[in-house]
């Protein structure tokens, strides 16, 4: 098999995607770069069935330009002596809720874009806790768990789904159907438990984001949220999972091996707690503290989970008052 990527996000140039086919029950067979073929390539044994997987992906196409489903149960190809060539678009459809970039994981919150998720255009939203498993007719199941609903959408012919992925058994694998009265969508994903996504809205303890109008002062605390990876995990007397879909007490905390360190402009920047957020479904928070002396300007700040889990780099305003 070569797949040739036609790639006009420059997603390839991320380290979260990786290129390859789920085979039989599950083994993951990456794709090497072959620099002759510009393309990746990758050996599939005859005969056992294998999903196409970018970690991301909504297009894909034969060696003759015709278009393959997404919603294709298996990617009709095996491989024998010749090589079978696949054209792939890559765009993301299942992807962090906070970075928007892929790579999900159980407990997290992820957005999955599409169309066809409801017949009537508008934003759908959860009414309350615990987080319904359905929204005007759209359900979302992860490797066949119902998933929370956060929200549904429809808007210029574009759709989104925001929702919680349940903790489930470990898998390669994640397998995404969604469902709109009876039309299902099928979605292949890895799982990445070692990946998270940080918000771009920080706040001021009072709750209050953090804006250009209202900046942050030297000295002040503020307050960052994340979603996704191992930081996601949090546990309720430290024995079990927070229930999926129902907000976070207060005394829940985070696991005592994620250690956040944070720069801000690349200063290390006191972080004095961890946990998630209090009446929030998969959501976590940081306390730091902005360093003293900060001049005025916009800055970027760094998040790093365990010593070597990062999370994307977000902008936060500081004026000196």
């Not at 892929?102 to 066809?116: E, K, N, T």
Request: proline residues 9%; contains cysteine; charged residues 10%.
């Amino acid at each position: 098999m070569v797949i040739t990527v036609k790639d006009p996000l420059n997603a390839l140039l991320k380290s979260f995607l990786l290129c390859g086919a789920v085979v039989g029950t599950g083994g993951y067979y990456g794709a090497a770069y072959d620099p002759i073929r510009h393309a990746y390539t990758t050996l599939i044994p005859r005969g056992i069935p294998a999903h196409l997987n970018f970690d991301t992906l909504l297009v894909v196409q034969d060696g003759d330009g015709n278009s393959v489903p997404i919603d294709t149960a298996v990617l009709p190809f095996t491989m024998a002596t010749e090589e079978v060539p696949l054209s792939v678009s890559v765009v993301p459809a299942v992807v962090n809720a906070a970075s928007y970039l892929p790579g999900i994981s159980q407990g997290m919150i992820a957005s999955l874009f599409g169309r066809g998720f409801t017949d009537t255009p508008g934003i759908y939203l959860a009414s309350g806790f615990p987080l319904p498993t359905q929204i005007s007719g759209t359900s979302v199941k992860v490797n066949d768990v119902p998933a929370p609903l956060l929200a549904v959408a429809e808007q210029d012919g574009q759709g989104q789904i925001n929702f919680q992925v349940p903790h489930l058994p470990y898998a390669q694998e994640l397998v995404i159907v969604a469902d709109h009265n009876g039309k299902e969508q099928t979605f292949y994903v890895r799982n990445f438990p070692d990946q998270f996504g940080v918000f771009g809205s920080l706040a001021h303890l009072s709750g209050d984001p953090v804006t250009e109008a209202s900046p942050a002062d030297p000295g002040e605390q503020v307050v960052m949220y994340w979603t996704g990876g191992y930081p996601s995990n949090f546990w309720q007397s430290g024995t079990a999972f927070l229930t999926d879909g129902v907000p976070t007490p207060a005394s829940a905390v985070c696991a005592n091996y994620l250690s956040p360190q944070v720069k801000i402009g690349g200063i290390v920047a006191d972080a004095t707690s961890c946990s998630p957020a209090p009446g929030t479904v998969g959501i976590g928070q940081v306390v730091v503290t902005v360093p003293s002396g900060l001049p005025s300007g916009d800055y970027d700040v760094e998040l790093i989970m365990g010593g070597n889990l990062k999370g994307n780099i977000v902008r936060m305003a500081v004026r000196v008052p």
